[in-house]
């Protein structure tokens, strides 16, 4: 389990700088040269925001700083004929086998719990389905053409990160604790049992506390697929179940006085 990375005011300065000199480097390319399929500028703020973890934050810093080498800005062609720039698609395939290795583990793991009898044909959920739409995808990249080349390129350049299950786990625990805030105030027991789990401060045992919960693993019900990084489908349906069923569920006091013991 990875933990949330301690930003230090030198990992803010170095990356504030590395995002500065990439983007100074294209727009001079681009002014004194015309070269017109370099990547996108980034804003620093939006590439910060994004880092959740230490390892991240290395993989992001290194990628900048390797474009300010000479022959960066190269023009590589792929097989299809799209063209781009040597550090762009050197950075895609890096992402690309991080997203590849993370979506075969994956499939692997949904492989293990399907239902007994099933080897030959095994049922699929909507999540295994997709990650094997995604994974195809991806791997015929180099084939791809035009608009579905940047689709498949961007996709790749947005989940290819090492961070994703806490990029995933952040948000999970930001927008559960959120809507429990608003129902807590109505039952004790209840308030108790947020006051626990709002102290698991990182959010991927946040997440797996949930996951591992006889009790309250029906809250993965709201959470949507995770390559959207999920969105409960609707706050006012979330409360009336956390209402009238979860705290109806017999394990339920059981679970609160586990938690909430010292």
Same mark, same amino acid.
């Given at each position: 389990? *990875?933990?949330?990375?301690?930003?230090?005011?030198?990992? #803010? !300065?170095?990356?504030?700088?590395?995002?500065?000199? %990439?983007?100074?480097?294209?727009?001079?390319?681009?002014?004194?040269?015309?070269?017109? $399929?370099?990547? &996108?500028?980034?804003?620093? !703020?939006?590439?910060?925001?994004?880092?959740?973890?230490?390892?991240?934050?290395?993989?992001?810093?290194?990628?900048?700083?390797?474009?300010?080498?000479?022959?960066?800005?190269?023009?590589?062609?792929?097989?299809?004929? =799209?063209?781009?720039?040597?550090?762009?698609?050197?950075?895609?395939?890096?992402?690309?086998?991080?997203?590849?290795?993370?979506?075969?583990?994956?499939?692997?793991?949904?492989?293990?719990?399907?239902?007994?009898? #099933?080897? =030959?044909?095994?049922?699929?959920?909507?999540?295994?389905?997709?990650?094997?739409?995604?994974?195809?995808?991806?791997?015929?990249?180099?084939?791809?053409?035009?608009?579905? %080349?940047?689709?498949?390129?961007?996709?790749?350049?947005?989940?290819?990160?090492? *961070?994703?299950?806490?990029?995933?786990?952040?948000? $999970?625990?930001?927008?559960?604790?959120? =809507?429990?805030?608003?129902?807590?105030?109505?039952?004790?027991?209840?308030?108790?049992?947020? &006051? @626990?789990?709002?102290?698991?401060?990182?959010?991927?045992?946040?997440?797996?506390?949930? @996951?591992? !919960?006889?009790?309250?693993?029906?809250?993965?019900?709201?959470?949507?697929?995770?390559?959207? #990084?999920?969105? %409960?489908?609707?706050?006012?349906? %979330?409360?009336? #179940?956390?209402?009238?069923?979860?705290?109806?569920?017999?394990?339920?006091?059981?679970?609160?006085?586990?938690?909430?013991?010292?």
């Amino acid at each position: 389990m *990875d933990t949330p990375i301690r930003w230090s005011e030198k990992d #803010y !300065s170095n990356l504030k700088k590395a995002v500065s000199d %990439f983007n100074k480097k294209i727009r001079k390319l681009e002014k004194e040269e015309g070269l017109l $399929y370099l990547p &996108d500028t980034k804003l620093y !703020s939006e590439t910060r925001d994004k880092i959740t973890t230490r390892k991240e934050y290395n993989r992001q810093l290194k990628a900048l700083q390797d474009f300010m080498k000479a022959g960066a800005e190269d023009l590589v062609l792929t097989k299809a004929g =799209e063209g781009l720039s040597k550090w762009e698609w050197q950075q895609t395939m890096n992402q690309k086998r991080i997203l590849e290795n993370r979506l075969t583990k994956e499939l692997a793991a949904l492989d293990k719990i399907r239902p007994a009898g #099933y080897r =030959e044909f095994r049922l699929k959920t909507d999540r295994q389905a997709e990650a094997e739409d995604t994974l195809e995808s991806i791997q015929k990249i180099n084939k791809l053409k035009g608009a579905e %080349f940047e689709r498949v390129k961007n996709r790749v350049q947005n989940l290819g990160v090492t *961070d994703f299950n806490m990029r995933k786990a952040t948000i $999970y625990r930001e927008n559960l604790l959120k =809507e429990l805030r608003n129902i807590k105030n109505n039952n004790t027991e209840f308030r108790e049992l947020y &006051d @626990k789990l709002s102290s698991i401060t990182n959010p991927e045992a946040f997440y797996d506390e949930i @996951k591992n !919960s006889d009790v309250l693993f029906d809250f993965f019900k709201w959470y949507k697929n995770p390559l959207d #990084y999920g969105n %409960f489908e609707d706050y006012s349906d %979330f409360a009336e #179940y956390i209402n009238n069923e979860l705290m109806q569920n017999e394990n339920f006091e059981d679970y609160v006085e586990f938690m909430t013991e010292e």
